[in-house]
């Protein structure tokens, strides 16, 4: 079992940056990539980004490509969402996971309770 809290949501203008923390229980953090996802009101979750169970590998959506640098530290348990040049429509709760590599909701059996991000125009 591994249960995950994230941490650094906030309000914060246009065009600034935050930095999305998930801190995992569990010895079992590093056999599993992570993901983080975002819910917007009315909306589907969404995939953001991913890395692999070693941090060698990353994946993106478009929609964040450029923006947003997923990162892990296996050491301290903790997966790390960096967000820079946030606009309006990143605006969400995001959502931590672990499981396997991917971009499909199916794929994580691990979820975080989500931390809400706010980004004012």
């Known amino acids: 079992q591994v249960q995950l809290v994230e941490s650094g949501g906030g309000l914060v203008q246009a065009g600034g940056s935050l930095r999305l923390s998930c801190a995992a229980s569990g010895r079992t953090f590093s056999r599993y990539a992570m993901g983080w996802f975002r819910q917007a009101p009315g909306k589907e979750r969404e995939f953001v980004a991913a890395?692999?169970?070693?941090?060698?590998?990353?994946k993106y959506a478009d929609s964040v490509k450029g923006r947003f640098t997923i990162s892990r530290d296996n050491a301290k348990n903790t997966v790390y969402l960096q967000m820079n040049s946030l606009k309006p429509e990143d605006t969400a709760i995001y959502y931590c996971?672990?499981?396997?590599?991917?971009?499909?909701?199916?794929?994580?059996?691990?979820w975080g309770q989500g931390t809400q991000v706010t980004v004012a125009s």
């Open positions: 890395i692999s169970y070693g941090g060698g590998t990353t």
């Open positions: 996971a672990g499981g396997s590599y991917g971009s499909i909701r199916g794929e994580y059996d691990y």
